[in-house]
């Protein structure tokens, strides 16, 4: 029988250079799309999914992020007096029962490869996901949900996928289609960061991975490859070679590129369009915006 998949990596020890300089003292994973940090929007999807332990994979300065899903008695306590209890709730999600929670330092910044190694220790001899918080998918079904039900009848391991313009190629891992099911693709070979020219295909993998131990294995084995880091495509590619099964799953839903500045503002406008209590004001700021656009043409 598959196991269950109930543990996370949160691989967030990159320095988030492309935002600074907020990223100077706010870790990046703490900016906000409307008033819930970027880690918030994948902590949720996680725990749709099933999700019972997380574990962080984090860098110096990166100590908000800790705070951040610990009790704060204080506001609580103050909060509870005035009885805001609307805003008591919105807390909920931030809370993580004791031992739930796990933070590992990557030491030197080596790659995500790397990052998701120093967390084999936790993982033992189970399938594990991988969320990169960066990627955010809006959706019906959480994307991680989804894929843990199409795992549960292919086991393997499998990466979230999505097509992309071939000029994009050389920002993701790419993927070589051995055979296209529609939703699911078998994979025979994975590229990192390729140029277009060498890119095998369009469909690109987004930040969602359930991966089996294999893969942490293969990461002590490999060497630094596409940007000189070790690279997590390069691992689960090996276990292709080592006859184990790697799919490519087309997950229903929108996916916002959070680590580029461009998408950060398009999933908050999206989201904001999403929110009941923001949507009337922010469609007629976006629309009155539009019209002197148009009228400056
Ligand atoms: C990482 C992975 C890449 C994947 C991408 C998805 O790249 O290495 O294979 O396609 O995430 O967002 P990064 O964006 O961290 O450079």
């Known amino acids: 029988m598959k196991k269950k998949v109930t543990k996370a990596i949160f691989p967030v020890a990159g320095m988030g250079t492309r935002f600074l300089p907020a990223t100077k003292s706010v870790p990046k994973e703490i900016m ?10 994948a902590i949720d999807e996680a725990r749709e999914a099933g999700i019972k332990e997380f574990i962080f994979v984090t860098s110096r ?7 951040y899903f610990d009790h704060a008695p204080q506001l609580e306590q103050e909060l509870r007096k005035k009885g805001k209890d609307e805003l008591l709730e919105t807390l909920q999600s931030t809370n993580m029962d004791s031992g739930a929670i796990a933070y590992i330092r990557q ?40 894929m843990v039900e199409a795992y549960a009848e292919t086991g393997g391991n499998m990466v979230a996928a999505m097509e992309v313009e ?3 190629a050389s920002s993701y891992g790419m993927l070589d289609v051995a055979e296209d099911m529609g939703q699911l693709v078998k994979v025979r070979g994975m590229v990192e960061k390729p ?35 070790v690279q997590l495509t390069d691992a689960i590619a090996r276990d292709i070679e080592q006859e184990n099964n790697v799919y490519g799953y087309r997950f229903r839903g929108q996916r916002f590129d959070c680590g580029s500045k461009s998408g950060f503002l398009q999933a908050t406008v999206a989201f904001g ?16 915006v539009m019209q002197v656009d148009k009228a400056a043409e």
């Not at 300065?61 to 705070?67: I, N, S, T």
């Open 32 to 41: 906000t799309l409307v008033d819930r940090p970027l880690v918030q929007y």
């Open 107 to 146: 030491h030197k910044a080596l790659g995500l490869g790397h990052a998701v190694w120093c967390a084999r220790r936790l993982i033992a001899n189970e399938p594990f996901a991988v969320m990169l918080p960066d990627d955010v998918i809006a959706g019906e079904t959480s994307c991680l949900k989804q």
């Open 195 to 229: 140029k277009t020219e060498d890119a095998p295909s369009n469909l690109a993998v987004i930040g969602r991975y359930i991966l089996e131990p294999s893969v942490l294995r293969n990461l002590n084995q490999i060497k630094s490859g596409a940007g000189g880091e």
């Open 273 to 288: 369009l999403a929110r009941d209590d923001l949507r009337d004001d922010l469609q007629a700021y976006l629309q009155s």
């Open 166 to 168: 071939p000029q994009h």
């Open 61 to 67: 300065g990166k100590g908000a992020l800790e705070d």
